[in-house]
């Protein structure tokens, strides 16, 4: 999956094989294989091109990770507590990262004023909410590496 989520188009197990024959000597029926065995689990279509195929991710990388998250939060008995451990894994830059994107998810109306807006009008402050249309834009950039939130 990893080679196929870095090129971002449709592949070919040829393409695939001699990318990871820099690396090691792999044979072409193995790619072959895990190819296939990928697209009957779901996570890769495939279209026929002559008398191959061409291989395309499902989903996004960032997708499949939220996954795998969610998947693992939803089986704990005490969500809250494994959120707490997890968070406590967290690099500073990874929580950097959390926060960035409960802002995008959450909206330019809930986001907290800037330093400047609150040294400007401090007694308006409290309660107050952005209209649609006005306030900050939202990066799409950002929203589309989060999985199109």
């Known amino acids: 999956m990893s080679r196929v989520w870095k090129w971002n188009r449709p592949v070919t197990v ?8 820099k690396e090691r000597s792999i044979a072409y029926t193995t790619v072959m294989t895990v190819l ?6 779901g996570w890769v279509r495939r279209e026929a091109e002559g008398r191959a195929y061409r291989y ?16 693992a939060w939803s089986q704990s008995d005490n969500p809250a507590a494994a959120l707490v451990a997890f968070f406590g894994m967290m690099s500073e830059e990874q929580r950097q990262s959390l ?19 609150e040294s400007a009008e401090p007694a308006q402050r409290p309660a107050q909410r952005a209209e649609p249309g006005e306030g900050p834009e ?3 950039a950002s929203a589309r590496d989060l999985g199109g939130r």
Request: aromatic residues 2%.
């Open 36 to 41: 296939d065995n990928l697209h009957q689990k």
């Open 56 to 71: 395309e991710a499902v989903s996004t990388r960032a997708a499949y990770a939220a996954a795998l998250m969610n998947d």
């Open 138 to 140: 939202e990066n799409p």
């Open 99 to 117: 926060s960035d994107a409960v802002r995008i998810v959450q909206g330019p109306e809930t986001q907290e004023p800037t330093e400047a807006s």
């Open 14 to 21: 040829r393409e695939v094989l001699e990318d990871l024959q």
